[in-house]
């Protein structure tokens, strides 16, 4: 089993930054692959950023060049910097895990209870 507990979302204008957390610990296998989600009410829930096991990375090409995401294995915390934030970005944000092999097909099993991002132009 996997807990994840995202924190760090908050309220601000356009233009500005936010470091979202999720503190995550249990099967470490399952943490080797992670990712960020958004979600804002009627629409599908978006993929935003993604880790693997050897720490590249992919992102959304609406938050590329604005938003970098990292893992501190050691402190069992991966982290989404957002900066240059835009209205557009409001949304739940939740952090995701899985074991690599099987997020190609069936994407990732384990999810967080989210954290609110609200940006105001």
């Known amino acids: 089993q996997v807990k994840l507990v995202e924190s760090g979302g908050g309220s601000v204008q356009a233009g500005g930054s936010l470091r979202l957390s999720c503190e995550f610990g249990?099967?470490?296998?399952?943490?080797?692959?992670m990712a960020w989600f958004r979600q804002t009410p009627g629409k599908e829930r978006e993929a935003v950023a993604s880790i693997d096991s050897d720490g590249s990375t992919t992102y959304a090409d609406s938050v590329k060049g604005r938003f970098t995401t990292s893992k501190d294995r050691a402190r069992g915390t991966l982290y989404l910097q957002m900066n240059s934030l835009k209205p557009e970005d409001t949304a739940m944000y939740y952090c995701?895990?899985?074991?690599?092999?099987?997020?190609?097909?069936?994407?990732?099993?384990?999810w967080g209870q989210g954290t609110q991002v609200n940006v105001s132009a």
């Open positions: 995701a895990a899985a074991i690599c092999a099987r997020v190609p097909y069936y994407g990732y099993n384990y």
């Open positions: 249990g099967d470490s296998d399952v943490t080797h692959c």
